[in-house]
């Protein structure tokens, strides 16, 4: 009798579990598994969602919806009104904001509910459209997957090539309300018949847009943020043709096989001041000049540290005009000069407008191909 008991206590409590009872069939659902927002000629805010279609019947795997709301909660109920199941925003893979979104400081609001309701995902990655969003959302490529999924596999392979930075909505949080750092996203572009990574949007503090790095220049920047990570492949010029009927001109590309970096940061003059000390091993892939590497490897060792140098400041250079600071160079001060750091850690981005650089490039060639 005391065994039945407990088995019929075991079978009461199994029956009461939350989970069993607020079950969604996955036909019954609609998994929002990208969402943009962007703005219309009359600055109205327009929200888009595509999601998966599971039904064995339709014939578009995909539906992509648009809609004209006042945050991202409210477009639910407008959502709701046109979709076939019940819309989930807990498997968000990519948010897009469109570049005339970014334009107005105040956009980073829009993202409250994401952050405060713990249903969304804060893995989401985060990207900015050059264009109307819906060109993007009314893509329909035949030689593609599902539009979600072709992005997001799109975002995720050009940050494993370091082409583009990955963003993800938790990280853009971080550098939002980070005082030494300023935002950057994964730009993208709606072509005739693709979807592009055109290379990196940098953002103001207060998160406006105000230009970006070509995917060449996002590989500099990968390098002075991780050191490392992933495929670093770089092709720099050695010197220009001297006839301009030449059509192969003298290149010369490489592996970044290892990096080590140093920053030593100083304050001199009112001014901070950065010494970033690089060590890269590299690996010689393609060479479009003949050269004799056995006799003379060190001169080309010179030569490709100073062509990156003079590409590294170039692109410090561009940051500093636009008031960006994508690298971090914030946390260095804040780490090493934290008494002059403090006077001017609200307004960072003019402190490392003025700040002066010295960039040295150590290359050591570590291979040089199977061809001699």
């Not at 046109?82 to 105040?106: C, E, F, N």
């Not at 062509?307 to 090493?336: H, N, S, V």
Request: overall charge positive.
């Amino acid at each position: 009798m005391r065994a039945f008991a407990q088995i019929l206590l075991l079978s009461l409590l199994v029956t009461m579990l939350t989970g069993c009872r607020d079950q969604i069939n996955l036909e019954d659902t609609t998994l929002s598994l990208m969402v943009g927002i962007d703005l219309n000629e009359k600055n109205e805010l327009l929200f888009y969602i595509s999601s998966p279609v599971f039904n064995r019947e339709a014939k578009e795997k995909s539906e992509e919806y648009g809609i004209r709301s006042s945050t991202i909660r409210e477009s639910r109920m407008g959502f709701d009104e046109r979709v076939t199941g019940l819309t989930q925003a807990g498997k968000i893979q990519v948010l897009v904001m469109g570049k005339k979104l970014l334009a107005h400081p105040d956009w980073f609001r829009l993202l409250d509910v994401v952050f405060r309701d713990a249903k969304f995902s804060v893995n989401a990655r985060v990207a900015m459209l050059d264009g109307p969003l819906h060109e993007l959302f009314d893509f329909k490529p035949k030689d593609k997957p599902r539009l979600a999924i072709h992005v997001t596999t799109l975002i995720d392979t050009a940050n494993k090539r370091n082409l583009t930075v990955k963003t993800r909505a938790q990280e853009l949080h971080r550098q939002m309300y980070e005082k030494g750092m300023t935002p950057s996203l994964t730009e993208l572009k709606k072509e005739k018949r693709a979807v592009k990574v055109v290379g990196t949007a940098l953002l103001k503090k207060n998160g406006t847009y105000v230009g970006s790095i070509e995917p060449r220049d996002t590989i500099l920047l990968q390098t002075l943020i991780h050191e490392k990570q992933g495929e670093l492949s770089i092709t720099i010029p050695i010197k220009e043709p001297n006839d301009q009927k030449q059509i192969t001109k003298d290149r010369i590309s490489f592996f970044i096989k290892g990096v080590q970096k140093k920053v030593k940061t100083s304050y001199q003059n009112g001014r901070f001041h950065f010494d970033v000390h690089f060590r890269l091993r590299i690996s010689i892939s393609e060479r479009m000049f003949p050269y004799d590497m056995e006799k003379d490897y060190k001169k080309m060792e010179r030569m490709i540290s100073d062509e990156l140098q003079k590409d590294y400041m170039k692109l410090i250079k561009k940051c500093q005009e636009t008031g960006t600071d994508p690298f971090g160079f914030g946390l260095y001060a804040r780490a090493y000069e934290y008494k002059e750091y403090k006077k001017v850690e609200d307004d960072w981005t003019k402190a490392f407008s003025n700040a002066t650089f010295e960039i040295k490039s150590d290359v050591s060639i570590k291979g040089n191909g199977v061809v001699k």
